[in-house]
Nanobody, 117 residues
Framework: QVQLVESGGGLVQAGESLNLSCVVS????????MGWYRQAPEKQRELVAT???????VYADSVKGRFTISRDNAKNTVYLQMNSLKPEDTAVYYC???????????WGQGTQVTVSS
């Protein structure tokens, strides 16, 4: 059974930083994409950033230059370093794993990020 556990969310002021982590337990194939998504109140869930097993990254335009996604394949962990946070970054952040080899898709339970102005 694959489980994703996020951590690192919290309440910060605008301009500050947070580092999110997501640990993936269970068996997934080596061909996978890990990513972060977020959902603000009354808005749809949106992509923040993704990273493949070869470390090819994709970022939403709204976070380019401020957020950095990375992964440690040995630890099955994906990170999201968030700098220069803005109030509009406030959302629940979800970790996602697309297991390409097994055609499966997994989500974490989410971690709240709140940025005050």
């Amino acid at each position: 059974q694959v489980q994703l556990v996020e951590s690192g969310g919290g309440l910060v002021q605008a301009g500050e930083s947070l580092n999110l982590s997501c640990v993936v337990s269970g068996t997934i194939s080596s061909v996978n994409t890990m990513g972060w998504y977020r959902q603000a109140p009354e808005k749809q869930r949106e992509l923040v950033a993704t990273i493949t097993q070869l470390r090819v990254t994709v970022y939403a335009d709204s976070v380019k230059g401020r957020f950095t996604i990375s992964r440690d394949n040995a630890k099955n962990t994906v990170y999201l370093q968030m700098n220069s946070l803005k109030p509009e970054d406030t959302a629940v952040y979800y970790c996602r794993v697309r297991d390409i080899g097994r055609a499966d898709n997994y989500w974490g339970q989410g971690t709240q990020v709140t940025v005050s102005s």
